[in-house]
């Protein structure tokens, strides 16, 4: 009995070991193992039948058991092992880049030139201790005019007509509705500097366009003058344009009083290039500030015509089309 079952024993794991050896994948492996190793395995059932012999074969069969399960365990470990450094291997190599290959050509992004001049413009004001605000481009006639010591019979009012829409709202035909808004809100003093797009009705021609952009700057605080403002003013475009020649010319806006053009010697000639002013008491009134405690200057002048002199564009529909040839240059 004791020399068959060792017989039986050791064909096992004869048997096992070749099979291990064969085996091409991990699922295969862990089949072998549960065949030959499991609760319900081959080595198993053998070793049941160790209950017949006698106390004295069961040492020595108990011996050889042991062998035979630990040569097949490391077998199997063995297999194992070499079973997953070759999958990794394979994983490694379909993974793998070819360094020397060229890649696939993306062109690089590049900022507009309009949002360029913006992030410039803004930049210089933040430096001056200016807040960027914002606001909504659909606005009320109230905000949009009324606040802004524009009623509904202004004359004003026509160079400014704008796109009206179903529910009596109107897209805004300046930022300094962003101001109005800010001003309910907040308390003097305050320095603000307000971009974003603007709509008026106007026929698109070379230096004209329908939708534009603007930035307006605000500032309230007691005591401020009109030579405040003409020195916020002249670092603004000296750092814009360089130390040019700047000049100041009266002019008319309803919701300034004083109110001027800028104009900058550019290329040998007077190019006008901002509209500013001392605010209006009326438009302190309209939010609740006191003109006999607090004043202010407002200013504004629209990005495209800083980007057309700056850039040295002809027609503002450039901006606009979005032509490759064109703004490859910037």
């Given amino acids: 009995m004791t020399s068959n079952l060792e017989d039986q024993l050791l064909a096992l794991r004869q048997e096992a070991e070749a099979a291990v050896a064969f085996a091409d ?6 089949e072998l193992r549960v065949n030959y190793l499991g609760k319900k395995g081959q ?3 053998l070793l049941r039948s160790m209950v017949e012999m006698s106390a004295e074969e069961r040492p020595k069969i108990g011996a050889i058991a042991n062998t035979v399960k630990e040569a097949l365990q490391n077998s199997l470990d063995q297999q194992r092992a070499a079973l997953e450094s070759a999958q990794i291997q394979a994983q490694l190599e379909a993974e793998t880049l ?15 030139p ?23 481009e659909m606005e009320t006639d109230y905000y949009n005019f009324e606040a802004l010591n524009t009623p509904q019979d202004h004359p004003a009012r026509d160079m400014q007509d704008t796109f009206y829409l179903p ?17 309910e809100k907040e308390e003097p003093p305050f320095r603000i500097v307000a971009p974003g797009r603007v709509y008026r009705r106007d026929d698109v021609d070379a230096t004209h366009s329908a939708v534009f952009h603007q930035i307006e700057l605000l500032a309230v605080d007691e005591g401020l003058t009109f030579t405040d403002l003409k020195g916020t ?10 130390d040019l020649p700047i000049r100041f010319r009266a002019s008319y806006f309803p919701f300034t009083e004083p109110s001027a053009e800028v104009d900058l010697q550019w290329n040998g000639r007077w190019l006008e290039v901002m509209g500013c002013g001392m605010v209006d008491p009326n438009v302190l009134k ?17 990005v495209e015509r800083f980007t057309m002199v700056l850039h040295q564009v002809d027609d503002i529909r450039r901006l606009y089309n979005s032509d490759l040839r064109f703004l490859r240059q910037f």
Avoid: W
Avoid at 167 to 183: A, C, F, K, P
Avoid at 233 to 242: D, E, P, S
């Fill in 114 to 136: 309009l949002n360029g001049i913006i992030d410039q413009a803004l930049d210089i004001f933040v430096g001056m201790g200016y807040t960027v605000a914002q606001g909504s």
């Fill in 98 to 112: 070819d360094v020397t290959m060229p890649g696939i050509y993306r062109p690089q992004g590049r900022i507009h």
């Fill in 25 to 30: 994948t991990l699922e295969r492996l862990e």
């Fill in 286 to 302: 309209s939010v609740g500030y006191n003109p006999e405690i607090y004043s202010g200057f407002a200013a504004g002048f629209g």
């Fill in 167 to 183: 529910d009596g709202n109107l897209l805004r035909t300046h930022t300094s509705s962003v101001q109005i808004r800010y001003m």
């Fill in 43 to 45: 080595l198993g059932a």
């Fill in 233 to 242: 003013v002249k670092i603004f475009l000296q750092a814009m344009f360089g």
